[in-house]
């Protein structure tokens, strides 16, 4: 997970890119962009709406919207990716696709929906939206990709186009009202044809890793 530092320039958070020892600023770090803000003066952290994400990866505080955090797009794509992209259905009326490792093609999926509405999920691994600006790619916390780049990634997976009904039973209205902001960010980034990697290391360091908090 990345370190923060305070940006003698800006005075605000920022990614250190190098270890605490090597980092050629003075001062502390910290384990995430929420304690670093807590240092500063309180009028400084009021500035700013954080928004505590929950997933099956823990939960951490992270700026409301934020998607240059890379904690806040590991959270949003596992275990809340479908409550994103459900609030970016909500918003544009993008196409929903699920990464399934069972379905292979729409037909089956639609087939297997109808007869179990719950069962077609439990293979399931991602919920993106097709990109509302650019035909062939898909749009999730990351950014925008195509869907050759999503299915390389996820290694035996096969993205699927499904419905709106589909991604309404497997998404919770609630949580996806509470994600508005980063909808709005990954609009943005789908917009300007733009995309953060798919930072694996993350999701294989995450339980050592101090400011992720465990579920009760």
């Known amino acids: 997970m990345p370190s923060y530092h305070i940006s003698p320039k800006t005075k ?3 990614i250190c890119k190098a270890t605490s020892r090597n980092c050629p600023y003075d001062g502390e770090h910290f384990d995430s962009e929420f304690e670093a803000w807590k240092s500063q003066e309180p009028k400084k952290l009021n500035d700013f ?10 939960s951490a505080e992270v700026r409301n919207g934020d998607l240059s955090n890379p904690t806040a797009r590991v ?4 275990g809340l990716c479908g409550d994103l992209a459900l609030a970016i259905h909500q918003k544009t009326g993008a196409t929903p696709y699920f990464l399934s490792f069972s379905f292979s093609d729409p037909e089956k999926l639609s ?3 109808e007869q179990d509405p719950d069962n077609i999920f439990r293979g399931t691994s991602h ?5 509302p600006s650019k035909s062939g790619f898909c749009l999730d916390a990351h950014g925008q990709f195509s869907k050759e780049e999503i299915e390389e990634n996820w290694d035996g997976a096969f993205l699927v186009k499904g419905t709106a009904e589909m991604l309404r039973r497997y998404a919770d209205e609630k949580s ?3 994600l508005g902001k980063f909808a709005d960010a990954a609009i943005e980034l789908d917009r300007r044809g733009e995309s953060y990697e798919f930072e694996e290391e993350v999701f294989s360091d995450y339980d050592e890793d101090e ?6």
Not at 211 to 216: L, Q, S, V
């Open 75 to 78: 959270l949003l794509s596992t």
């Open 127 to 131: 919920v993106l939206v097709e990109s």
């Open 12 to 14: 605000e958070p920022a």
């Open 211 to 216: 400011d992720w908090e465990d579920e009760d």
């Open 111 to 113: 087939h297997e929906f």
């Open 176 to 178: 996806a009202e509470r």
């Open 49 to 58: 709406s954080f928004i505590k994400l929950s997933s099956n990866l823990g």
